[in-house]
């Protein structure tokens, strides 16, 4: 979905400033897996849905557009969808005291 103004983004993870960032974890195969922090931003481009993504511990310049299919399953795209619905005026604070504790029976 692209994003929508007048709803929530997700939070950014914090990052203590001046870390270098990580290296990419590598695989007994080769293969380089690194972290996203979070989704920051979304658009269209060639009618498929793609998102800005803030990879932990790199700076903004570093961000990278990706596409849904490629960030499916991932805990980031979630967490966007989910905070695309709920509208800006709405404090986070608000929206943390409505959810269920541990200790609520379900």
């Excluded at 974890?25 to 269209?44: C, F, H, P």
Aim: proline letters at 14%; charged letters at 20%.
């Amino acid at each position: 979905m692209p994003y929508n103004p007048d709803f929530k983004r997700p939070p950014l993870a914090h990052c203590v400033p001046d870390v270098p960032p990580l290296p990419p974890e590598i695989d007994a195969n080769g293969n380089k897996t690194w972290y996203i922090n979070n989704i920051v931003d979304s658009g269209v481009e060639d009618n498929v849905v793609i998102y800005r993504v803030r990879w932990l511990t790199y700076p903004p310049e570093d961000d990278t557009w990706e596409t849904g299919a490629a960030l499916q399953g991932f805990a980031a795209l979630r967490r966007w969808h989910y905070y695309q619905q709920i509208p800006v005026e709405i404090p986070i604070a608000t929206i943390n005291a409505s959810r269920p504790s541990s200790n609520t029976p379900v």
